[in-house]
């Protein structure tokens, strides 16, 4: 039954976010690097059943398409507090973000590039494609998904409950209370369905988030007075470019939807 599954699942992750950092710590030094190599092993098993035909399609009117699903799956901004808690030399938080950046974009990339090119059609969860392939792959296929949500949920969960209890000043368990419990609600009203979910996730209420940091960095550069852990320049032309992206995504997204 996927619903008592779901509420174990949940249960579960929901007891380590209530916790401290420690506990984020010895979660996140056990899934992240179980994802990844569950990842890699899985891409490289689909690699022998690549057809490249499937591999050709290219439509250049569908590009928008996969930009809420990519924006949510490449903003990690909510890990950069936990890398500055947990790095002695602040210094590295830079090269810390670029490189973990990079193991993301390959990792996707491999994962993306096996699984289209294994399926003619796949499925909004893509590790559901699977489900009927060779029974090793599928196995692989089941815990690459139950890792990367569990770390995701995790993570980001433990990240907005930091934020309501240092910044909002709200107490630990009602601050835990709050965040677990809209993807609770989401989850058993099934509100827009998992893959249109993420594409709003990303496009909109990322995207204004990303805005808002645009500001807040010229905002900085201006009246700040601590010395940065590291800089970036206020590039005008780049910022309005990027805004501008970010605002067209923003529309598409609600006018797809709608």
Known sequence: NTLIYSIIFFIVLSIIIYFSISILEKFESLFSPLKIIISLILSFLLIRFIDFSN??????????????ALIFAFTGISAVPEIKKELKNKRLMLYSIIVGMLITLVIYFLFVFSTVGAFSQVNEVATISLSGFWKGINIFANLFALFAMATAFVALGFALKD?????????????WLIVISVPLLLSLTKFLGFAKLIELSGAVAIGIMLLIILFIHSKAKQKGNRNPEYQLSDNKILKILLAIIIIIGIVYSIVGIL
């Not at 591999?55 to 809420?68: A, D, E, R």
């Not at 934020?163 to 601050?175: A, C, G, M, Q």
Request: charge should be negative; charged fraction near 10%.
């Open 55 to 68: 591999l050709s399609g290219f439509n250049l009117t569908n590009i928008l398409v996969p930009y809420g």
């Open 163 to 175: 934020n309501l209890t240092l910044d909002f000043e709200v107490k630990n368990f009602p601050s």
